[in-house]
């Protein structure tokens, strides 16, 4: 696992956050699951546990703590940030005013987070319909209830934002798993999916992107393969799966200082996987960056799992929030 910078995850923020504006739909549809299994509910205050993937310095848990409060109001957020990174979650820690608990430790031990986070918040909730009305279920049926989940609770909504492609088939196991024991939801944003698309065209485009992508597959990663990866192994456990594309919109000269990072660390990548195309990249490079009318759209792609096994409407039939305005 390699950490990113977090200078580099701050400069994504501006395109990240547009490039997620695609996503509303799907997180439309996840509030609407998640407000479902609420009403069900006895009492109103129903807590969410939240468990971001991969959360770095805060901006995936940003984002989606703005547009879940938004569609979720009656429902308290637990937040939970997971990363390997210590030191990412040290800053993520210092952005929030509300609380927010880190876990430094790999993906594949979500399964064990979730439940011990799941079981701490439910006992408290037990706890408190104890105090109010005397009727809180023994600890055992908690317990047993946080442990497999129950047909009418969704308490495990599980996020992440740039991540899949950087991650292993265990580490898939282990989202699946989770979702299926605790019948959660889960999104993830922004997962390299395949191709730039960069304009004017170059005849080098081809191959520094084909040596990227070889790249990103190192060390067991899955890169451009983890969201189909992930995409069958929840149908295979019966989750209903969702999901649409998120490409960045990049231009010169208006975003310059981003794209001279982004295509650089791209070039340097590309002749890391191929070292034979260090000169070619390089002079690439040095043409790109002095185009001033450059455009590059990088592809993504958002998956929705729904693991709760409810039925529900089908995504034609949902309304889509247009109050956030596209980029
Ligand atoms: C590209 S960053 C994205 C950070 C954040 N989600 C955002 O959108 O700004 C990917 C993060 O995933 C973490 N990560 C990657 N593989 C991991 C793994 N197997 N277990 C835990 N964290 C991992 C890295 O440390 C890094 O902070």
Redesign the pocket.
Known sequence: ????EPD???L??PF?DAARQYALPLLDMAARALSLDAERQVGTERPLVVI??????????R?FDRHLVQRLPERPLHWVL????ES?LEIAAGRFTTAVRTVA?????LPGIAAEVLDEVLTEVGKASMTEVGTAKPRDERRTAAAAGTPDSCDLLIT????LD???RD?LTAIVDTLHRFSGIGIF??SISGQWHLTPTRPEDGVLDEAFVAHQRRDSRLGTQAAPVLETKARSIGARVESSASPWHLEAPRDSEFLTRFLTERVDAAVEEGPRLRTAGRAWLTDRLAQAELRVVVDHIDVLIDATGHQRPRRSQLSTRSDEPKR
């Open positions: 696992m390699n950490a990113a580099w995850l701050d994504r923020v990240d971001d993937l991969g959360a770095g310095t805060g901006n995936s848990m984002f997971v990363d390997a990174d990412a430790a790999p993906i594949t031990s992440g934002s740039a991540l950087v991650l292993t580490d944003l922004l």
